[in-house]
């Protein structure tokens, strides 16, 4: 038992474009403290923004309250009066980092798809170094 809070930061969206897909909108954004970049798609219907928007995201590797393993047990076979992580955020997606790369400096790529909808981040290693090839929780909510 743990933390599973992977990792933990505020974004602005600086951009958005809707262009390419009906429902779905990829965002990019600067982290608070301008270290970190991220383009991520998410379902506009689901989760509406505007540019200058602010947002508090999480990527973590289970829901479990007490940083327990799920086991297996997806968020449907969870009891209804069970807490976990989700309650308290907006958009919650389940998948899987799948690549990383170097980048300038210190910095590296991480690669997460949530089932066709993506996340690339980049930043320093130190603040990315706990993401593993491996499936993970996003969560977001507003500040």
């Known amino acids: 038992m743990g933390d599973s809070k992977l990792f933990v930061d505020t974004f602005t969206i600086t951009g958005i474009n809707?262009?390419?897909?009906?429902r779905v909108s990829r965002l990019t954004g600067n982290?608070?403290?301008?270290?970190?970049?991220?383009?991520?798609?998410?379902?506009?219907?689901?989760?509406?923004?505007?540019?200058g928007d602010r947002y508090h995201?999480?990527?973590a590797s289970t829901l479990s309250l007490d940083g327990s393993k799920d086991d297996q047990k997806g968020w449907r076979d969870l009891a209804r009066q069970e807490k976990t992580l989700a309650d308290d955020f907006m958009y919650v997606c389940h998948g899987?980092?799948?690549r990383f790369e170097e980048a300038e400096s210190d910095n590296i790529k991480v690669y997460v798809?949530?089932?066709?909808?993506?996340?690339y981040i980049e930043g320093s290693y130190?603040?990315?170094?706990?993401?593993?090839?491996d499936y993970v929780y996003l969560l977001i909510k507003r500040p």
């Open 18 to 22: 809707s262009q390419k897909y009906d």
């Open 31 to 51: 982290s608070e403290s301008q270290e970190v970049f991220l383009t991520l798609d998410v379902n506009s219907e689901l989760f509406p923004c505007v540019v």
């Open 57 to 59: 995201l999480v990527l």
């Open 96 to 98: 899987k980092v799948y």
């Open 113 to 119: 798809s949530f089932g066709g909808l993506l996340l």
């Open 126 to 133: 130190k603040r990315l170094s706990q993401l593993r090839i």
